[in-house]
């Protein structure tokens, strides 16, 4: 496997765009040192492609970051030809939309070309987090809170149905996208009156579709990161426990700002509950028909792991909780993300350029 020509994807044109960049940075880094050859691709706001190949350890280190100050750029169909002539396995890192709903994924498949990370119809469900919670529901015995989500496109009646159902959850509340990452958009409300300023903050996120109105479950924030491909066995990472300094809410600043979040992996909790995260995050990620990795987040009541989302491109910063729990269990990042790389060419996304090449 060393030696591998991969691409690595990533900005878009999502609020996450800039954790996408600090995402690649890392992401690059690890894998020039596993011994890949890389090709990156930086899709730009607005729609063109930019491309470059580090060489060597000295351009590889900040080489998303220096792409994405280049003015430099091709037209998408130049920029296609190259890509596909040039890789053989693509490690796409955009988070939010095109790059975590499945759109890329898509895309990618048409091309022939296979991709770290979850499918197409398992990104398009975990973005989507009412959706996943109604499968999850439906397939599982998974504890979660109860919310309501209300959408940009329903019919009148349906919406009012969904707002009235909000106002009738017990205060306090989270509001946030339903098809938005990295806490972009959230607010906490803790009474009714306030429901419509953060539906209109989280509505005012780019390619927000809908809103998910949910009661606030007391406890603490955890996440377990899971990989592998079903059909050879998943892999549960040590939880990390996650708590924000000052009272204050894991959103965006938290998430990506040092200093400001206590991030403590392995989690310090009874071996038990340790048990019960690690096989509720593998629950879920099977039941939405992951592949690759992704990483579930909870809160802890009373022992019992309550699912809050799935998110099928975290973010791997080097603040970022994926990373810390790939080191906790023992995994270098660059042996760690070259197994991911190594995932993405086995099953069902080592088929893509099968199937295109017949």
């Given at each position: 496997?060393?030696?591998?020509?991969?691409?690595?994807?990533?900005?878009?044109?999502?609020?996450?765009?800039?954790?996408?960049i600090r995402s690649a940075d890392c992401v690059t880094e690890?894998?020039?040192?596993?011994?890949?050859?890389?090709?990156?691709?930086?899709?730009?706001?607005?729609?063109?492609?930019?491309?470059?190949?580090?060489r060597g350890a000295a351009e590889g280190a900040g080489a998303a970051t220096r792409l994405a100050q280049q003015p430099q750029a091709l037209p998408l169909d130049e920029a296609l030809r190259f890509v596909r002539a040039e890789i053989e396995v693509a490690f796409p890192i955009v988070h939010g939309t095109l790059g975590e709903d499945g759109s890329l994924q898509g895309f990618l498949r048409v091309l022939g070309i296979p991709w770290a990370g979850p499918g197409v119809l398992a990104s398009a469900l975990a973005m989507d987090k009412g959706r996943a919670k109604s499968v999850l529901a439906a397939t599982t015995s998974l504890k979660m809170p109860l919310g309501a989500v209300v959408r940009a496109t329903e019919p009148p009646a349906e919406r009012a149905a969904a707002l009235?159902?909000?106002?009738?959850?017990v205060f306090p509340v989270i509001v946030k996208p339903v098809d938005a990452g990295s806490s972009v958009g959230l607010s906490r409300v803790a009474g009714p009156e306030g429901l419509e300023d953060a539906l209109a903050l989280a509505f005012a996120v780019e390619g927000v579709t809908g809103v998910l109105v949910e009661e606030v479950v007391a406890g603490d924030e955890v996440t377990c990161a899971v990989f592998g491909n079903p059909e050879h066995g998943v892999?549960?990472?040590?939880?990390?426990?996650?708590?924000?300094?000052?009272?204050?809410m894991f959103d965006?600043?938290?998430?990506?700002?040092?200093g400001l979040t206590d991030e403590i992996c392995p989690a310090p909790l009874p071996a038990p509950q340790l048990e019960r995260i690690r096989a509720a995050a593998t629950t879920a990620y099977v039941a939405l028909g992951c592949r690759g990795f992704a990483r579930v987040d909870f809160i802890m009541r009373d022992g019992v792991p309550w699912f809050l989302e799935l998110n099928s491109l975290p973010g791997v910063t080097r603040e970022s909780l994926l990373p810390k729990a790939a080191i906790a269990a023992g995994w270098t990042l660059p042996d760690f993300f070259h197994r991911l790389v190594e995932l993405a060419l086995e099953g069902e996304n080592g088929r893509a350029r099968a199937a295109v090449a017949k």
């Open positions: 496997m060393a030696g591998i020509r991969a691409g690595v994807f990533f900005g878009g044109p999502s609020a996450e765009h800039e954790v996408s690890a894998l020039q040192a596993a011994g890949c050859e890389l090709l990156l691709i930086h899709m730009r706001r607005d729609g063109t492609w930019a491309l470059a190949r580090p009235a159902k909000a106002r009738a959850l892999e549960a990472l040590p939880p990390v426990l996650i708590r924000p300094r000052d009272g204050r965006y600043e938290a998430k990506y700002t040092a």
